[in-house]
Structure formats: structure tokens, C-alpha cells
């Protein structure tokens, strides 16, 4: 019998890399506060400005739906998530479990180049947080925790995580650029007890170290909230 080939695949290879461009542009722009928790989205002056069809845009906002960074109203707008004070609450019942048992694993066998890596973030993180770059210290921030997950080797906890997570860290992002209430260095050195329990390898510590900043990285997410204006 003649050998069956299996049917072409290209034109859904270039329709996702497509989706995902979209994607990758449109995520930057929440992560940049160019678009901030609360801002509507609509698809087709997206699609106008990015010269693409509304079915790649859609695409790529059901990815970014299932990121958990936007979401979809019951009147069919489509807006970027701004979760409320009660489901911060709940995420951090949630974060409280699964981050801590993420930092224990990151610190069993590091490497030198995911250490290395991880150094790298929180300096630049304090760099950013003395010129009060909230943008930069926000990409700083986010990449210094995914790459933590990443340490787990283990991608569901990481998909987690990064679902659970990812549309809290552009709360910060609600504040003003010259708003001086938040100590954004304090918050930036709250990460090295982690990251030094990591390199030690020291996974009790680790945790310990985690558990002690989330108490105060959800007073400060409580108050982007309430400055934001979500209930």
C-alpha cells in the first residue's frame, strides 16, 4: 500500500506564531502599564493598529484569557484583569500554599547559572526601585519569580502559579509614576533572604524566608487595590 503522508501543517504553524506575536505584544503592554488593570480592549482597533485579522487577535486574547491577564465581561468586553480586594484574598490563600513549597524545590539543586540568573534580577530590581522605574522593576520582578517556578522542574506548578499570579503583578501599575507611598526598595530587598536561602540550598529556609515576604507583598497588593479604586 502507498505510504499516506500526513497533511501539511505549515499555514497552522504560521497562524500561531502570528497568534502569538499578538500575544507577546499585547502582554508587554500590560506588563509596561501601558494598558492598565481596567482597561478595555477592543478587538478590532487591536486588530487595526496591528494590521491583523480579528480571528489571530481573538486568538491571541483567549491565550491571554488563559494567562489569566485579561478577561471577558457577561456584555462582551473584553478588559484587562483587575481582580478585586475578596479574589486578591483568595489568591493569596492559595499563594501561601503553593509558592512556598515552589521556593523548597528551587533550592534543592540549583545550578550556578539559574543562581547566577536569579542574582542578576534582584539587582536589577533594586536598580530599578532607587530610580522608581515602576515598568522596569515590574519585568524585573515578574522574571525573578518565574524563574524560581522554573527552578521546580516541574511545569505544572509553574503553569499555576504563573496563571494565578502573573495579573497581579501589573496591579502595581494602578500607582502614579511619582507616587512616593510605596517603599519600593524595601520591597526589592524583601527578595534576598529567598534568594540567599536558594543559593545555600537551604530549603526550610527558603520557605521561611517566602513566607515572611508574602505577608507583606499582600498589605502592598491590598493597598494597589484600594488606590486603584476595585472593591
Same mark, same amino acid.
Given at each position: 500500500?502507498?505510504?499516506? /503522508?500526513?497533511?501539511?501543517?505549515?499555514?497552522?504553524?504560521?497562524?500561531?506564531?502570528?497568534?502569538?506575536?499578538? !500575544?507577546?505584544?499585547?502582554?508587554?503592554?500590560?506588563?509596561?502599564?501601558?494598558?492598565?488593570?481596567?482597561?478595555?480592549? %477592543?478587538?478590532?482597533? +487591536?486588530?487595526?493598529?496591528?494590521?491583523?485579522?480579528?480571528?489571530?487577535?481573538?486568538?491571541?486574547?483567549?491565550? /491571554?484569557? @488563559? $494567562?489569566?491577564?485579561?478577561?471577558?465581561? =457577561?456584555?462582551?468586553?473584553?478588559?484587562? !484583569?483587575?481582580?478585586?480586594?475578596?479574589?486578591?484574598?483568595?489568591?493569596?490563600?492559595?499563594?501561601?500554599?503553593?509558592?512556598?513549597?515552589? %521556593?523548597?524545590?528551587?533550592? *534543592?539543586?540549583?545550578? =550556578?547559572?539559574?543562581? #547566577?540568573? +536569579?542574582?542578576?534580577?534582584?539587582? @536589577?530590581?533594586?536598580?530599578?526601585?532607587? *530610580?522608581?522605574?515602576?515598568?522596569?522593576?515590574? $519585568?524585573?520582578?515578574?522574571?525573578?519569580?518565574?524563574?524560581?517556578?522554573?527552578?521546580?522542574?516541574?511545569?505544572?506548578?509553574?503553569?499555576? /502559579?504563573?496563571?494565578?499570579?502573573? =495579573?497581579?503583578?501589573?496591579?502595581?501599575?494602578?500607582?502614579?509614576?511619582?507616587?512616593?507611598? %510605596?517603599?519600593? %526598595?524595601?520591597?526589592?530587598?524583601?527578595?534576598?533572604?529567598?534568594?540567599?536561602?536558594?543559593?545555600?540550598?537551604? #530549603?526550610?529556609?527558603?520557605?521561611?524566608?517566602? /513566607?515572611?515576604?508574602?505577608?507583606?507583598?499582600?498589605?502592598?497588593? *491590598?493597598?494597589?487595590?484600594? *488606590?486603584? @479604586? #476595585?472593591?
Amino acid at each position: 500500500m502507498p505510504k499516506t /503522508l500526513p497533511p501539511p501543517i505549515f499555514d497552522k504553524l504560521q497562524a500561531r506564531t502570528l497568534r502569538g506575536r499578538i !500575544a507577546e505584544q499585547v502582554r508587554g503592554a500590560i506588563l509596561s502599564g501601558w494598558l492598565k488593570p481596567g482597561d478595555r480592549i %477592543v478587538e478590532r482597533h +487591536l486588530a487595526s493598529q496591528l494590521g491583523a485579522s480579528l480571528t489571530a487577535v481573538r486568538e491571541a486574547l483567549v491565550e /491571554l484569557e @488563559g $494567562e489569566g491577564l485579561i478577561v471577558k465581561r =457577561p456584555n462582551a468586553t473584553t478588559c484587562v !484583569a483587575m481582580p478585586t480586594a475578596a479574589q486578591i484574598a483568595k489568591i493569596f490563600e492559595v499563594r501561601n500554599v503553593l509558592e512556598p513549597f515552589a %521556593v523548597e524545590l528551587a533550592a *534543592r539543586h540549583p545550578t =550556578p547559572g539559574q543562581v #547566577a540568573k +536569579l542574582e542578576g534580577f534582584y539587582l @536589577g530590581m533594586v536598580d530599578a526601585a532607587r *530610580r522608581h522605574n515602576i515598568a522596569a522593576y515590574l $519585568e524585573k520582578d515578574f522574571a525573578w519569580h518565574e524563574l524560581v517556578w522554573t527552578m521546580t522542574d516541574n511545569e505544572y506548578l509553574r503553569s499555576a /502559579l504563573k496563571r494565578m499570579l502573573l =495579573p497581579m503583578f501589573t496591579l502595581k501599575m494602578l500607582l502614579p509614576p511619582d507616587d512616593a507611598s %510605596v517603599d519600593w %526598595v524595601g520591597d526589592a530587598i524583601s527578595h534576598r533572604a529567598i534568594l540567599e536561602a536558594i543559593k545555600s540550598r537551604d #530549603a526550610k529556609a527558603a520557605r521561611a524566608a517566602l /513566607l515572611s515576604a508574602t505577608t507583606k507583598w499582600q498589605s502592598n497588593t *491590598r493597598n494597589f487595590v484600594a *488606590r486603584g @479604586g #476595585a472593591t
